[in-house]
Nanobody, 124 residues
Framework: QVQLVESGGGLVQAGGSLRLSCAASGRTFSVYVMGWFRQAPGKEREFVAAISWSGGNINYADSVKGRFTISRDNAKSTVYLQMNSLKPEDTAVYYC?????????????????WGQGTQVTVSS
């Protein structure tokens, strides 16, 4: 089990950018697949992006591909989500998640550890 803390959310105008960070505790961060999910009011939690141990295998949701970039720095035990060209429909609470395994799964049920979430609001 790993403890995760997100930061970097806020209010931004459509077309703007934000960079989210997720700091992990412990010294075994590199063995976890890391993912970002988001949840808007009244909607189910949905997959955004995930990255493998080394960063060589990455998955993105179609809705964010080309706009968002996930990356990780294992030396800093941190995963990032760079969000560009933000749209109002990107408004949600964004959660960092971790799972043991080799595949950057898009399945929310395969992740064991979750951060507290950080609010991202995109105004029109």
């Amino acid at each position: 089990q790993v403890q995760l803390v997100e930061s970097g959310g806020g209010l931004v105008q459509a077309g703007g950018s934000l960079r989210l960070s997720c700091a992990a505790s412990g010294r075994t961060f590199s063995v976890y697949v890391m993912g970002w999910f988001r949840q808007a009011p009244g909607k189910e939690r949905e997959f955004v992006a995930a990255i493998s141990w080394s960063g060589g295998n990455i998955n993105y949701a179609d809705s964010v591909k080309g706009r968002f970039t996930i990356s990780r720095d294992n030396a800093k035990s941190t995963v990032y989500l760079q969000m560009n060209s933000l749209k109002p429909e990107d408004t949600a609470v964004y959660y960092c998640a971790a799972r043991r395994g080799s595949r950057p799964s898009s399945n929310v049920n395969e992740y064991d550890s979750w951060g507290q979430g950080t609010q991202v609001t995109v105004s029109s």
